[in-house]
């Protein structure tokens, strides 16, 4: 499906569907794995932007490390890795990350362009965060290194989306 020019990401819209396999083998799809749930999405379009990304995910696990409220997906985009290569790079990203986060750990291997437009991608050595509420609707956007005062505001973003009552 393309993606009209003029749709891009901004709070208050639903989130594209994302189709992934986790690094426990399980596919998945989202929004539909996170309905009811607060949730993070951590994207990235290569390894320097998946180590920053990591910066991220790994103080938000360990302050919802098992939330019924509140969950995250860190999501890899590999298209753009030659598919001979993709097997090797998967692989390596599954040793590099903890079993616990395995589960919540996409790899995706398709739609990269049209979610490159549709982050609006000013470097592929960024992450992308999305927060979701329970309706998979956009509720805030950032791009780029961990910064504890904006890690901080996003604490105060989840804690008022997940005593919100889902509609």
């Known amino acids: ?6 749709q891009a990401l901004r709070p208050g819209t639903t989130i594209l569907q994302i189709k992934g396999t986790t690094l426990e083998e399980q596919a998945v799809v989202l929004p539909d794995a996170v309905r009811g749930k607060v949730t993070l999405l951590i994207i990235t379009f290569s390894k320097a932007a998946g180590e920053l990304g990591r910066g991220w995910n790994d103080p938000f696990l360990k302050d919802y490390p098992q939330d019924d409220k509140v969950t995250s997906y860190a999501i ?3 298209e753009d890795v030659p598919s001979l290569l993709r097997g090797m790079v998967r692989g390596s990203i599954k040793r590099g990350v903890p079993l616990s986060m395995r589960r919540r750990f996409l790899t995706v291997k398709e739609d990269e362009n049209r979610w490159k437009q549709y982050v ?5 050595k960024d992450p992308y965060l999305i927060l979701l509420d329970g309706n998979s609707q956009v509720q805030w956007i950032h791009h780029g290194a961990f910064d504890p005062t904006v890690y901080g505001g996003l604490k105060v973003r989840i804690a008022e989306l997940s005593s919100a009552k889902i509609k």
């Open 120 to 124: 609006g991608l000013k470097s592929d």
């Open 76 to 78: 890899a985009m590999l």
């Open 1 to 6: 499906m393309a993606i009209a020019s003029a």
